[in-house]
C-alpha cells in the first residue's frame, strides 16, 4: 500500500465517524497519523526530485504567484498587471518556466511569477507540482486563478497547496507546546475550548510521541489547527481567488458561482475587465506601506514614497534609509494615523502607519 492509499483509507475512516465528544479523541489520532504521512511524503520527495527546482530570483518589495490549472489565463494576466511578456497559448502546459514579471503600484514593486499550470496530484509530485508549490510557499501572495467554466478546480487547488503545507488566509494557531520529559500532559488555555478536551489534546500529542509537558492555548483552534501548531512548519499566505474569462458569461452565471464560491474577483485578463481594481487588491494584500520622508528642513516629498513592509518601526526605515541612520538616529517627528497629534515626537520603536510622514533627527 502505497502513501496515497494509507491517506485514503484514513479519510474513510474519519468520514464514516460520528464527530462527538466520545469519538474526538480518536478523529484527533487519525488526523494527525494523516498529517505525518503527508510530512513523510514531501520530505522524502524533495530527496529524490530528479530535477532541479525552478531557479527564483526575487526582485522587488514583495512576490506574488499565480497558481492555477493550465490555461486559465495566467500568462495572459501576467502580461497585463507587468511589463512581462509570457507566452500565451490556446493549449495547455504553454508555461514550462517560471516567469517573472514586476507590476509598479503606488511606488511599490511588487514582482509577480507567472508559473506552469498544476493538475491534481501536483503536491505530490505530478507534473512538476511540487517544485511548482514550492514557489508558492516561498511567496507574500498567493493568486488563485480559476476558469470562468471550471470554478470547481478551486477545491483541487487549495487541497494541493494546503497538502505542501501552505496555509491560504489563515493565521497561525496561537498554541504553544512545552515539552517535558515527566508529569504527563498539562493543558491550559486562556479562552472556553469548542472542539478540544484534554482527552483530544492528548491522544494527538501521543500520536507524535509527545507524554509529557505543557500546552498553553490562546484561541478556540480545532483539531487541524492545533495539528499545525504540533507541526509547526507551515506557511500562511494571504490568497486572493480570481475568476478569469469573464466575458464569456452573463451576470446570472457568475451570481450562480457566487452561492458556491464566497469571495473572489472576477476579471478578464484578456478583455482588461477589473485589472486596476487586482491591481488595488494586490497592492494592499502584500502588506506593504508608504511612508513619506520629510528632510530636515525641506518639503516632505509626496511623489515618492518609501515602501516597507505593514508594522515597520522607525528604526526599520532608518535601517533601510541608510545603516549610519539607526546608527545616529536622535528621534523622530511623525504625521499620521498612527500618532496622536501632528508631527509627534517618538522614539525608535513607534510602529508607522501607511501614508504617514515621517522626519528623522540624527545625533550631530
Ligand atoms: N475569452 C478569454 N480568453 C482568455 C482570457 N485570458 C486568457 N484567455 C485565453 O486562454 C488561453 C490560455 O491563456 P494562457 O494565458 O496561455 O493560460 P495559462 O494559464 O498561462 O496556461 P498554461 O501556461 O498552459 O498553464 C489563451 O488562448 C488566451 O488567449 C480572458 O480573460 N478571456
Ligand atoms: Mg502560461
Given at each position: 500500500m502505497d502513501v496515497d492509499d494509507k491517506i485514503r483509507k484514513i479519510e474513510e475512516e474519519i468520514h464514516k465517524t460520528p464527530y462527538n465528544k466520545a469519538t474526538s479523541h480518536h478523529i484527533g489520532k487519525l488526523k494527525a497519523k494523516i498529517s505525518k504521512l503527508k510530512e513523510d511524503a514531501i520530505a522524502r520527495g524533495s530527496s529524490n526530485t530528479k530535477g532541479k527546482g525552478f531557479h527564483v530570483k526575487k526582485s522587488g518589495d514583495s512576490t506574488a504567484v499565480l497558481v492555477g490549472?493550465?490555461?486559465?489565463g495566467k500568462s495572459t494576466l501576467l502580461n497585463e498587471l507587468t511589463n512581462a511578456d509570457s507566452k500565451v497559448g490556446s493549449y495547455q502546459f504553454t508555461t514550462l518556466d517560471i516567469i517573472p514579471g514586476i507590476m509598479e503600484y503606488n511606488g511599490a514593486q511588487i514582482q509577480i511569477f507567472d508559473v506552469p499550470g498544476i493538475i491534481t496530484g501536483a503536491s505530490g509530485g505530478k507534473g512538476r507540482g511540487k517544485e511548482i508549490l514550492s514557489v508558492a510557499r516561498t511567496a507574500d501572495l498567493i493568486l488563485i486563478v480559476l476558469d470562468v467554466f471550471n470554478p470547481n478546480h478551486l477545491n483541487v487547488i487549495i487541497k494541493e497547496i494546503r497538502d505542501i503545507g501552505i496555509r491560504p488566509n489563515e493565521t497561525p494557531p496561537d498554541v504553544s507546546i512545552r515539552r517535558k520529559r515527566i508529569g504527563g500532559i498539562h493543558t491550559s488555555s486562556t479562552v472556553p475550548l469548542t472542539y478540544l478536551d484534554d482527552g483530544t489534546i492528548r491522544s494527538i500529542l501521543n500520536e507524535y510521541g509527545i507524554h509529557n509537558g505543557d500546552v498553553l492555548i490562546r484561541d478556540d483552534v480545532n483539531i487541524d489547527k492545533f495539528i499545525d501548531a504540533i507541526e509547526g512548519n507551515r506557511t500562511y499566505i494571504p490568497t486572493i481567488v480570481l475568476l478569469n474569462k469573464v466575458d464569456l458569461v452573463d451576470d446570472n452565471y457568475i451570481n450562480e458561482i457566487k452561492k458556491n464560491i464566497p469571495d473572489f474577483i472576477p476579471i478578464s485578463a484578456d478583455k482588461k475587465y477589473n485589472i486596476d481594481y487586482l491591481k488595488e487588491e494586490i497592492f494592499s494584500r502584500v502588506d506593504l506601506m508608504r511612508i513619506y520622508l520629510k528632510p530636515q528642513g525641506r518639503k516632505v516629498d509626496l511623489e515618492d514614497p518609501l515602501i516597507i513592509r505593514k508594522n515597520a518601526t522607525i528604526i526599520d526605515v532608518a535601517n533601510k534609509l541608510h545603516r549610519e541612520f539607526a546608527k545616529n538616529f536622535r528621534h523622530a517627528n511623525v504625521w499620521g494615523t498612527s500618532v496622536k497629534f501632528p508631527g509627534q515626537k517618538v522614539g525608535p520603536n513607534h510602529i508607522l502607519e501607511d501614508e504617514d510622514i515621517l522626519r528623522i533627527i540624527l545625533k550631530k
Open positions: 490549472f493550465p490555461s486559465v
